[in-house]
């Protein structure tokens, strides 16, 4: 977050004061909300002035006329040449949200957007949102297009990718996007430009494990309590109890709202991808783990072996499959009707 010569609030006052009509001023601040209270509608404020909402559209066009005015920007100009600069460091465009989240906090929000009003054509300008961006705010218009393009890039490499990535190689991604229209070399390109094109994307998205990816795959929006589940095990890479794995999902932060074990439990169970391994034990099935009891995994792995296996060679294959402890194989290997010793000591089915 940058400092600006004067705080948003106090830069607004500057400009407000300019406006001798304190209709045209009581009518912005409304519909602005820079009394804190969140902007008023159209229609409330027609309620209070007895007028129409297209009459009360019209009064904030006047207004916002008047404060574009040079006598009212020269007034705050210090503020719009250091958010213009603030911009041009960010490569000459930036997503709104961005824009105001670096210029100050939810407080000067509404502030922050007179003052960009106030400024429009005078250094920067608003550009409209699309499908590939949301609405943005430039001092260059051929940044917005190249940063359209590089971001339609950056997607097609994600889709190519099928997963999310870590910062870094968003970064690196990116960075081989960006290029010097002049010398068509890759630029050394600066945090605060590859910052600006990663929030100028509508479909990329941070999970809470600090992955980028686009916002409809479930490792960046999971979709119930089951995608989060699959995405602590897969993070933890090992078997959890069930309870581990609520604990997961919580400290990951997707929600507010904790995650209740039982809640996780339920939903472990309905899924193929999880499979039971112990007591209140899951894993992946992707990891080859498999489900059933001890007896069955055993007839399992010895009919994939198709040949008599030693004790150890069992253990170690059941193992792999099922969180039991080497006793329980041993017994269950007791089953007559199911396993026959070989006369060197080893074991084969039936």
């Known amino acids: 977050m940058i400092t600006l010569p004067l705080a948003p609030v106090e830069a607004t006052k500057i400009a407000l004061k300019k406006l001798s009509n304190l209709r045209m001023r009581d009518v912005l601040e409304r519909r602005f909300g820079l009394q804190g209270k969140g902007a008023d509608t159209l229609e409330a404020i027609g309620r209070k002035y007895k007028i129409t909402r297209e009459r009360v559209r019209q009064i904030e066009a006047d207004a916002l006329r008047h404060l574009r005015k040079e006598e009212t920007v020269s007034a705050i100009r210090p503020v719009l040449d250091a958010i213009e600069a603030h911009i041009v460091r960010h490569g000459g465009v930036m997503a709104e949200h961005h824009l105001f989240a670096t210029l100050g906090d939810q407080r000067q929000h509404p502030h922050i957007a007179l003052l960009l009003e106030a400024g429009t054509g005078k250094g920067f300008s608003r550009v409209p949102e699309n499908e590939i961006c949301p609405r943005r705010w430039a001092t260059d218009r051929d940044a917005v297009a190249k940063g359209e393009k590089t971001v339609a890039g950056l997607i097609k490499d994600l889709e190519q990718t099928g997963h999310p990535v870590s910062q870094e190689e968003l970064h690196r991604m990116l960075a081989r996007h960006i290029q010097d229209d002049a010398s068509g070399k890759n630029l050394d390109v600066k945090a605060d430009v590859i910052d600006a094109h990663i929030n100028s994307a509508q479909s990329i998205k941070q999970n809470p494990y600090g992955e980028y990816g686009l ?81 069955d995994v055993l007839v399992s792995v010895m009919k994939e072996s198709g040949r008599a296996l030693a004790k150890d060679e069992i253990i170690k294959l059941v193992l792999a499959k099922r969180l039991v402890q080497p006793q329980t194989v041993l017994l269950n290997l007791q089953n007559r009707s199911l396993f026959r010793r070989t006369d060197d000591g080893k074991f084969r089915l039936a």
């Open 215 to 295: 916002s409809h795959w479930s490792a960046v929006t999971p979709r119930g309590m089951r995608d989060k589940a699959y995405l602590a095990l897969k993070k933890s890479g090992k078997a959890m109890h069930f309870s581990e794995v609520a604990a997961e999902i919580s400290k990951a932060g997707w929600s507010v709202k904790k995650a209740h074990p039982q809640t996780v439990h339920n939903e472990l169970i309905k899924d193929q991808r999880f499979v039971l391994v112990g007591r209140g034990m899951y894993a992946l099935r992707e990891w080859g783990y498999q489900p059933g009891v001890v007896r």
